[in-house]
């Protein structure tokens, strides 16, 4: 991704993947392959709120991800609408409505090795979700949110423990939420063998960097880079509504 | 399986699957970038300080903050600059604004003020301390009793809202908040329209809730007339209330289901189980209500709010009249009541019940008409009186001195004042002398409703002066709370002192104590007061809490002081044995100089059951609890007492420094902040930053602090010298500063106990403890914190500290 500085000129990997299309470059293959890698578990979860068996909803989700990507759906994305997020999930409505049965899925799923999906990891996942009250957009959006936070705490931690600071960052992940700041600093503090403000200070600098890590991430998935704040409060107002 | 969680922070239930515990939502938040937001902690908007963060959300930030110009805390939502070109959040908020700013309900988040700081427009509201109604049904914690008492306050608020002409339209859990006071506060009318809109405003709530911003979580609170089209009034909201009370009771909602499709097939159709059935402690005509609240058909409901809350309210009176009479006694006038109604008839109570208790009152300063300013006193001491006089009723809150006082010679009207100070009902009036005699004029009047309830005029001669106050004290706690038993009457009538020359440097005394300032004038005071009427027991009360403040403030020798605090205690307990002035004046110097911790928890426990409202009564067990190590006690006690008078700086100063035990030192600056902005150069609050500032590891603004706080005399100056050339490393002058402390001991009293933190702060062990020891045998007024306050940390591993402890009586 490059982001100007004056955002005159600004990529994601969304639209490189929207730009590329038509060229049909490996590049832009790849991109697109490695985001509905990433984001492929929101639909299954989507698929199974719908009421759809485990099976079924495994074979749905490979098969639409086969069709989507041999029938290069994406170019029918409206670059200037673009969050990827909605655009896979309306298109995987589509594909529900009219061009999914179970045969086919299976015929078309079954023999494609294009996406590797841990689809037992995600079941795990669906079941353990508090659902009860949930329209399976919702349950769409946050897992999406939650796919999302899950990679940014992945990075997170690879980043500290690259960095040396694997048990600081175990020890003070607990900190990263509102619900938990200020408590427990003390202990902390004792726990690494630091003074109380380093242990602020170091918080502070996770927080941010979480921050950060989220908004590139995002931002692989919108338009245009300055949308990033609106996806996120999009999020955030999905998982007020529960 | 794991469990799923609510975040404390924003409410949201989130399972720890793959956030591991960590809020999924407040994780988000983290990528909002609001370079502002940190930035704007500690600024001026306009004339609000800005003290901490509240909460953000996709929408907006909410900020805590000071008005300084009325100085009460308030709540600022900023709309986020990124929300600007929202077009629909921005309508949201101005509708919030537009709509809130319209109504002024106890019951409702009270808009303050709307504003617009550099292009960010902001919404200033009633800062609120508690819970959302959602969080709260969730933890499954509230009572019958509590239900009821919501209800009733909820309808209450929807009546006002319906009568100045406003639908809500988005009534659910999580728009309602329960403050810790355990009253209902409705928020967010981002929805809100006039009752009389046309259809057009459908057309838009409609397009919020395809957009998917919004309304799609309130589907199982809208009513079926808002799908089918046949419109919208107050019958809308009721159903959504009904739903409410539904869950409260309960526990679950009424029509939830798996698909929205269902949900809304459920609203539409059927019936929910009754509430009686799955929770039967609750009263069957509560459970009426809400049935009939949750009718399909609007004209099946009632017909407004107010026609609920009248069939709820009977019950929530029958439950405070159950709960207070458990005894044959009480069982017996339980059964009148209930014949009352049988024979009374509905309409009559209802018409009783629509009068609805006054909670809170303030007493505003008192207008002198003598012209003569050496007579203003009397002025000040009719309020004084009041105030002092009506806070021992119980359930009445009564607004500070502390308080009131900010709104002298405001120009504002008495009841625009009360309702800024969020108070049930104001008094207000005059006092005026001619020749020896004295007219009082005073009114007592309802906020709520500009409903004058009671005016009075009085005369007496300067000599009676003392019982024409009691006499308004009496009358006025008669309109309050009905008629008084004459044990009752006794309590509230505080024996100020009668002789007019008495009673001024009586109230000359007072108004120094209150400042903490030149308590040596304040003992002369009161001892001439006491010569011109021996015997006084407030006077003698308030001298001893004079001697406590000169050792806890001005550096007194505790072993002078203390006996004297102690014997004019006892004075004033001889006179009256339930003064609760003089029985927390013992108990102070039962902790802090006896260390009888035991005598002075019974003490304070005798006071707090004498003056449930007093604040120097729960501020000073609050300390009490602090030095027992309880802190989370010793905060809420405290915090009662800060909401209780919440403009003073002593309270605030106290609750910052629960804060700085509890190590929490951002917190603690954030009162002592507010401290300032009450009264710059508040010496014992300047002298609690400068501790906090050095565990924050800022010593130039600790120094700064120490340097505000230690111009109070020459008696600091040495120690503040020694505190500014260690801190900055400047060893020689250190020890010439020390080397001079120790000169000027023989002749003056210097606390061995500043000296001990101050030799802790250095690094000096060895010397911190040789005066840790002097401190204990003068026994020094804040030793007995020792075990909680951070400054000695560093001594904490040594066996000295614990022996210390252990000879205050603190080991465990």
């Known amino acids: 991704m490059k982001v100007s500085d004056h955002g005159f000129f600004t990529t994601t990997q969304w639209t490189m993947v929207q730009a590329a299309a038509a060229l049909e470059t490996t590049s832009a293959q790849q991109a697109l392959s490695s985001l509905c890698e990433r984001y492929w578990t929101p639909l299954y979860f989507f698929a199974r709120r719908h009421g759809l068996s485990e099976d079924a909803a495994r074979d749905l989700t490979q098969g639409f991800f086969t069709f989507f990507l041999e029938k290069r759906v994406f170019e029918r994305a409206d670059r200037e609408r673009g969050r990827f997020r909605s655009f896979l999930l309306t298109s995987f409505k589509n594909f529900m409505r009219n061009e999914w049965d179970r045969e086919s899925a299976v015929k078309r799923g079954g023999s494609s090795t294009l996406l590797s999906l841990e689809f037992e990891r995600a079941e795990s996942l669906y079941r353990i979700e508090p659902i009860e009250t949930r329209t399976p957009e919702q349950v769409y959006d946050e897992q999406w949110a939650s796919t999302l936070m899950d990679r940014v705490l992945r990075r997170l931690a690879d980043e500290m423990r690259r960095a040396g600071y694997g048990t600081r960052f175990r020890v003070l992940r607990r900190f990263l939420t509102e619900s938990t700041r200020g408590e427990g600093y003390r202990e902390a503090a004792i726990e690494l063998g630091i003074s109380e403000t380093a242990v602020k200070v170091a918080v502070h600098r996770l927080r941010k960097r979480v921050g950060q890590l989220l908004r590139t991430e995002i931002s692989d998935t919108v338009s245009d880079p300055r949308a990033v704040d609106d996806e996120i409060r999009c999020l955030l107002e999905v998982l007020s509504a529960r | ?812």
């Open chain 2, 1 to 812: 399986m794991n469990r799923p969680q609510t975040c404390k922070t924003c409410g949201y239930q989130t399972s720890d699957s793959v956030t591991e515990g960590l809020c999924l939502r407040c994780l988000l938040s983290l990528g909002l970038e609001e370079p502002d937001q940190e930035d704007l902690v500690g600024s001026l908007v306009d004339h609000y300080r800005i003290i901490g963060t509240l909460g953000m959300g996709g929408m907006g930030v909410v900020y805590r903050a000071e008005d300084v110009r009325l100085n009460r805390v308030v709540a600022i939502k900023f709309l986020t600059e990124r929300s600007l070109t929202d077009q629909l959040a921005q309508k949201r908020f101005e509708r919030e604004a537009r709509a809130a700013s319209q109504l002024n309900h106890p019951n409702i988040c009270t808009i303050h003020d709307v504003g617009n700081f550099e292009g960010q427009p902001y919404l200033v509201m009633e800062c609120i301390e508690g819970s959302s109604l959602r969080a709260r049904i969730r933890e499954g914690s509230l009572s019958s009793q509590e239900i009821l008492k919501l209800s009733v306050q909820l309808l209450d608020a929807l009546e006002a809202a319906h009568e100045a002409g406003l639908l809500h339209r988005d009534i659910k859990p999580s728009n309602i908040f329960v403050t810790s006071r355990g009253d209902a506060k409705i928020l967010d009318f981002g929805l809100a329209r006039p009752v009389s809109a046309g259809r057009e405003e459908d057309v838009e709530t409609w397009s919020d809730a395809t957009s998917g911003r919004g309304v799609i979580g309130t589907l199982p609170y809208m009513a079926p007339e808002q799908f089918d089209g046949s419109g919208e009034d107050a019958r809308t909201d009721l159903f959504s209330l009904g739903c409410v009370f539904y869950e409260m009771a309960t526990g679950k909602a009424a029509f939830v289901r798996d698909t929205p499709a269902a949900t809304l097939k459920s609203v539409l159709d059927e019936t929910p189980e009754p509430v009686g059935e799955l929770n039967p402690a609750m009263p069957q005509a509560f459970n009426q209500v809400t049935a009939r609240m949750l009718q399909k058909r609007a004209e099946r409901r009632y017909e407004s709010a107010a026609e609920a809350r009248k069939d709820l309210e009977l019950q929530a009176a029958y439950y405070r009249q159950a709960s207070a009479m458990s005894s044959w006694r009480g069982r017996i006038l339980m059964l009148f009541l209930v014949l009352c109604v049988l024979f009374l008839g509905i309409h009559t109570l209802n018409t009783y019940f629509e009068q609805r208790e006054i909670e809170s009152v303030a007493v505003l300063p008192f207008e002198s008409l003598a012209g003569d300013s050496a007579k203003e006193y009397l002025a000040l001491s009719m309020t004084d009186s009041l105030i002092q006089g009506l806070s021992p009723i119980g359930g009445l809150r009564v607004a500070s001195w502390s308080s009131s006082d900010l709104f002298r010679d405001s120009g504002a009207e008495p009841v625009e004042i009360g309702r800024s100070m969020e108070v049930d009902a104001v008094i207000w009036g005059s006092v005026e002398q001619r020749g020896d005699e004295i007219t009082v004029r005073a009114a007592l009047v309802d906020v709520r409703t500009g409903k004058e309830l009671s005016a009075r005029e009085g005369t007496s001669s300067s000599k009676e002066f003392g019982n024409l106050q009691n006499g308004f004290i009496l009358a006025f706690a008669g309109v309050l709370r009905g008629s008084l038993s004459s044990a009752e009457a006794d309590r509230l009538v505080r024996r100020t002192p009668e002789d007019p020359e008495a009673f001024e440097v009586y109230s000359r005394a007072l108004y120094l104590l209150r400042k903490r300032e030149r308590t040596d004038l304040a003992v002369d005071y009161l001892k001439q007061t006491l010569e011109l009427a021996p015997g006084n027991a407030l006077a003698n009360a308030y001298l001893s809490h004079a001697y406590l403040m000169q050792v806890a403030y001005e550096n007194h020798r505790p072993r002078d002081v203390m006996p004297l605090a102690r014997s004019a205690a006892q004075t004033a307990l001889n006179e009256n044995p339930n003064l609760p002035e003089a029985l927390l004046a013992l108990a102070m110097v039962k902790l802090s100089y006896d260390w009888d911790f035991a005598g002075a928890y019974e003490l304070m426990s005798q006071s707090l059951e004498s003056d449930p409202d007093l604040p120097t009564g729960l501020h000073w067990f609050g300390l009490y609890y602090a030095a027992m190590g309880d802190l989370e006690t010793a905060h809420a006690m405290i915090s009662r007492a800060k909401s209780l008078e919440p403009h003073s700086p002593v309270v605030i100063t106290a609750l910052g420094r629960i804060s700085y035990y509890q190590r929490d030192y951002v917190e603690a600056m954030n009162q002592y902040r507010q401290v300032f902005l009450l009264e710059e150069g508040f010496a014992p609050g300047h002298l609690a930053a400068g501790l906090a500032l050095l565990q924050l590891r800022q010593p130039e603004e600790a120094l700064f602090q120490f340097r505000q706080g230690l111009q109070l005399g020459p008696e600091w100056s040495e120690i503040f010298d020694a505190f500014d050339s260690g801190i900055s490393g400047r060893t020689e002058r250190l020890n010439q500063a020390l080397e001079q402390i120790r000169l000027e001991s023989e002749s003056k009293y210097l606390s061995p106990f500043y000296m001990a933190v101050l030799h802790t702060v250095l690094g000096r062990r060895d010397e911190a403890f040789e005066w840790l020891d002097k401190a204990i045998e003068d026994r020094s007024e804040y030793l007995v914190y020792l075990e909680v306050d951070p400054v000695f940390d560093p001594l904490r591993s040594d066996a000295r500290f614990e022996s210390a402890l252990e000879l205050i009586g603190l080991a465990d």
